[in-house]
């Protein structure tokens, strides 16, 4: 911890002497963070005040959402619990905003620390599990140095409400996705996004997850990047796109019994049985937007996502995108398809 300080206490000192004023900021943060596991909560708080103030002047997010956190931690050490949960949440929106995974994973964790001490359990349970989901996601677990403070707040509620109340509070944390534990950390209500995605529930209903990767979807992520934001494999980024677009197709205009056309060796210039294949699939599910069975189905999509119909014809347009490995060529270029991605 004091080799760690000196080193800070440097940074700060040559940032400040260049103007550096992010730099500076991230330095206070250090610093703030050394003092607090110090016990020095005085120093903490100050040292994090004016990382905070630089950080707002600056513009940076990312230092300002720490040094947040970092103030909520000291509020609950020093008992003002309505204090630490107002930093918290501030703190929380920003990493949402910024889908910064461990961000909120231990804002959730702190959140439910100090809604522990202000003696609500079942709900300090909910928090833990909700942030014991992304921990597991990310495989790892609450940081070593808060991890004295994750052990004694599990003690605690679980005391508090016995094993089998603690552990149905904690699933149902674990069953929550990340909109809706933060909107339930933050004691809002979920995004109309969120209501959006709920109203395309099929009578097969798509799980949490699939929720979560149609809204990445919809906003044009490929394969690929959805694993990247979500932390998985492209392998179950692209399991969870086809079990999505199969769920929506299902509920589409397709006709019953629909089955691919056979292959057979194309002529120069005209589509494979995979293009006119996806071609029919967009005609099914969006209508006559084609002139003929060799309609480029880029196109078709393209002008499907911009027509005003259903927020359902628009995700489904979506999928094909991400599912079919020809609209990824298309969309990629050659080679530019990771295999497994897109299922080739």
């Known amino acids: 911890m004091a080799r760690s300080a000196t080193l800070a206490e440097e940074g700060l000192r040559l940032h400040r002497i260049a103007g550096n004023g992010p730099g500076a900021a991230g330095a206070l943060l250090h610093l703030g963070i050394t003092r607090s596991f110090q016990g020095d909560l005085d120093a903490a708080g100050r040292l994090y005040e004016e ?5 707002e002047d600056e ?6 959402s720490n040094t947040l956190f970092g103030l909520g931690i000291v509020g609950w050490l020093r008992a003002d619990n309505a204090g630490a949960l107002r930093r918290e949440k501030e703190s929380l929106r920003l990493k949402h905003n910024m889908d910064d995974r461990t961000g909120i994973a231990l804002c959730l964790e702190a959140l439910g620390w100090i809604t522990a001490a202000d003696d609500h359990p079942e709900r300090a349970a909910t928090l833990l599990g909700a942030a014991q989901s992304i921990w597991d996601a990310l495989l790892t677990e609450t940081y ?6 994750h052990n004694a707040c599990v003690a605690r509620v679980r005391s508090g409400l016995g094993p089998d109340a603690f552990d149905t509070a904690f699933r149902k944390g674990t069953a929550m996705s990340i909109t809706q534990a933060v909107s339930y950390a933050l004691e809002e209500p979920e995004s109309p996004r969120s209501h959006q995605l709920a109203a395309l529930r099929q009578p097969e209903s798509l799980t949490e997850r699939e929720h979560e990767v149609a809204a990445l979807v919809a906003q044009g992520l490929s ?3 959805i694993a990247v934001r979500l932390v998985v494999s492209p392998r179950t980024a692209e399991s969870h796109v086809r079990h999505i677009l199969s769920d929506l197709i299902r509920a589409s205009k397709s006709p019953p019994g629909w089955k691919p056309a056979p292959t057979r060796r194309t002529e120069p210039g005209e589509k494979s049985a995979r293009e006119r294949q ?3 699939r967009a005609r099914a599910a969006f209508g006559s937007l084609t002139s003929g069975p060799n309609e480029d189905p880029s196109r078709v999509l393209r002008n499907s996502a911009s027509l005003t119909i ?5 995700l489904t347009a979506r999928l094909f995108a991400a599912a079919d490995p020809f609209l990824c060529h298309m969309s990629h270029g050659p080679g530019n398809c990771a295999a497994g991605e897109t299922g080739t």
Do not use: A, F, V
Not at 59 to 64: A, C, L, Q, S
């Open 278 to 280: 996806t071609c029919r």
């Open 144 to 149: 070593e140095p808060w991890k004295g403070y």
């Open 223 to 225: 394969n690929k990047e």
């Open 51 to 55: 990382s905070l103030t630089i950080s």
């Open 59 to 64: 513009g940076d997010r990312w230092i300002r």
């Open 310 to 314: 259903t927020g359902h014809h628009q």
